[in-house]
């Protein structure tokens, strides 16, 4: 029940609730809480619990020590906590007159009266003691104070517990049935558990039938097993997991003690969990306690803060531990956490932005952001402008060219572009730059390189066959006419026939299972990595192997021709019930899409054609969200949801209003790749610069800039290639072909292997490796390969050389524009042309700067 009131204008407002699992299903509410001081504003989240009846509690509330008196109203019902099992975990925060609010549950005290009912600790964490009513304190060391009544009941019952309800988590909670300890497949030293728990029959079956029961022992449960290799009494490979006075050994010890109870098979199960607070602006290096409240299907709720896993989405920004506290280190931006328990997952998420008290904080929340272009910049520089973080300046014209046209057309501007665009001085160039590069067959090849590979379009048994090539075209030529892409996904997901009739064909004989198929299919295009649930529940997401089993369902009725030939099959869709069996029930189920209704395919129709139907609807919420999250990590440098193909919800976009606006507006316009990457790339957001500022230097996640992301192998090979000018040659391929033009990844080539080519085996852009490494290094430095690009009698240094009509200064101001489509700064030329007036040998002076200029990290970044 939440309560609300004004008191000379300050309201804070909180509702926590807690229940104890066991007794009577009936909900007490507790824990509404508001009274106002002129300094600080405490409140205390307490819970809901079963009882009898609804009831009201008293809160004493002292002056605070030299320090104006409190002023409250409040209404609230008891906090109840019923058996010796309950738990529960006191938020305490403090609001200043400002309005901010920072978490002050381990910086107050607790007291209890009278004492023995209950125990808090330090961390504001409650455990019942004996039958009884008491009165919870928090003094805060100015010396404010608020209390809350509490009553404890049942502490003597012994109800028998239950294993998948209160024992499996366990299990969970301490990792036991994680992928890397007994969890795993094989299970661990003879000892198996289903993968976090989902399988508890199973589980059960294999802890007290196994090995004799050896590993139970309900006569002295001290002696089980179980419990010995859980504290290290017994050596233990995973080594100790409990303490004998935890809270786990006692449940775990009475449950042997019971004898081991299943449980009657109709206790209610967990259908929710909540993480309080929800949201909240935080400060770097602060901290926030979590509380987690699970919901069951009876309607009870209970505190299950220590039982939950935590996980954050980005442990540089901020650490979780196993009692719920999020540490935030120095960084600003935001960053969420996730809190799972029995398969049910909620996250909690922070923004963090400059500290209000601090100057640079000041200056920012002054600072005019650029006029917002389009849609993009209105929801970038929204965040930034609620972080009260600065953008950087505008990156000039040289730089903005050189962005753009690696990240559209996958190359270097020629020196002839970079001076036409430096010399144009209308104020639409960009724009019109961006058209001429999606319009150009180059940006066609770089798009086909980066979908060929992720639709794993490789040759097969070593050959490069009719299929590859043919695919590989239709991708290009797909780009290039600007097919939309909810047409260019239903091609391929409803792909017939041979590839000589139909090119899209080639993914069927590329991903030749129905596993493969619904996998690759969700994650390319749903951005929804549901691999896991072919064998147990998602340990993140909500999806089954129900759910899976009816998404694979689509592919079941794909079959290949028996009399075809086995370089270029022909697939046909047989007449078969689309249908698999339930995993667990055996019973067969009809194709659904995720979170979508069943369809019924009508006799000879394929079901992909609904499937595709379904994907492409306008209300789908992952399709449009997933290409938009995948286009902008490409010009971005990070994608809104990292990584680009897991939205899920406890993966959460760092701006979810931009996503929204991405995606909505693709779908507006017919998805139409071209539009979408034009609004991304002709924004102001796009066009700042990469240098960052000192009131912007811990962003990572808001775009205050741009993020610097080093070339990707096939596009640094070819700008190597442009600038010593002597191009690589591929087996098989007619001269002066790009290396992103290559039909597949598996053309000889050392260099795209140490730079990161991927191999095309799975559909995760993460194939691709774009970290810099010590190999990369040496190859750029010393290697055979740049030694003899550099000193090509045909090459640019020889040609250099070799002219005598122009001056040293314009042959450097030509390289410079060449490899990084900009001048030479005074001091690059004035050192330039001294080394070069140096050297006797005119031609390997020249190879020295084209070989200075290739290994700067300005050359080997897009920045």
Known sequence: MNTERVTDGLVFVASRFVQVRGGPARIRSAGAFLWHAAALTWVIAGGMSHGDAWGT???????????????????????????????????????????????ATREVTYTVDPDG?????????????????????????????????????????????????????IFTKLSCNGGGCHGKAAGQNGFKLSLLGFEPREDYRHLIDESRGRRISPAIPDRSLLLLKATNASPHGGGQRLQVDSHEYRMLRRWIAQGMPYGNGDEPTVVSIEVFPPHRRLSP??????????????????????????????????????RGLVELQEFVGDVAVMARFQGQVAVFRADIPLTSTSTLAGEASQMEFPEPRNIVDELVFKKLASLRIPASPPCDDATYLRRVTLDIAGRL???????????????????????????SFDHAQYFANKWNAILKNRRQRGELHLSTMAFHDWIQQSIYSNQPYDQFVRDIITASGSVASNPPVAWYQQV?????????AAQLFLGQRIQCARCHHHPYEKW????????????????????????EPDYVTRVAAAQLPDPKTGKPLPPAGLDAPPVTPRPGEDPRVQLADWMTDPSNPYFARAIANRYWKHFMGRGLIEPEDDLRVTNPPSNPELLDALADTLVKSGYDLKALIRMITVSKAYALDSQPMERNLGDRRSYSRFYPKRLQAEVLLDAVDQVTGTPTRFAGMPQNVRAVSLPDTEFDSYFLDVFGRPDSTTACECERSQDANLTQSLHLLNSEQMQNKLSDDGGRAAALAADPSRTDQQKVEELFQIALSREPADEEMKAMVSYLSRKEDSRKAYEDLIWSLINSKEFLFNH
């Open 57 to 103: 509690d008293s809160v004493d509330s002292s002056a605070n020590s030299g320090g104006p008196a409190l002023a409250f109203d409040h209404r609230q019902e008891d906090l109840e906590l019923r058996g010796r099992d309950a738990r529960l975990q006191l938020i305490v925060s403090r609001s200043d007159t400002s309005g901010n609010v920072t978490d």
């Open 117 to 169: 009912i209950v125990e808090v600790s330090q961390e504001g964490f409650v455990t019942p003691l004996a039958d009884g009513a008491c009165t919870i304190v928090a003094e805060s060391a100015e010396g404010t104070r608020v209390a809350t009544s509490l009553v404890v009941a049942d502490m003597t019952a012994n109800p028998p517990l239950s294993f998948p309800g209160q024992i499996v988590p």
């Open 285 to 322: 290096s602060s901290r926030q306690q979590l509380s987690v409240v699970a919901t069951y299907s009876d309607g009870s709720r209970e505190d299950v803060t220590r039982g939950a896993v935590y996980e954050s989405n980005d442990p540089e920004m901020a650490e979780v531990n196993a």
């Open 413 to 439: 501007p020629t020196l002839q572009e970079a001076q036409a665009f430096a010399s144009d001085g209308s104020p639409d160039k960009r724009a019109r730059w961006v058209d001429h590069l999606l319009d």
């Open 512 to 520: 030749n299972d129905v596993n493969q198929r619904v996998e690759d």
């Open 544 to 567: 089954s192997r129900s759910d899976y089993a009816q998404m694979a369902a689509f592919f079941t009725t794909v079959t290949k021709k028996a009399d075809g030939d086995p370089a």
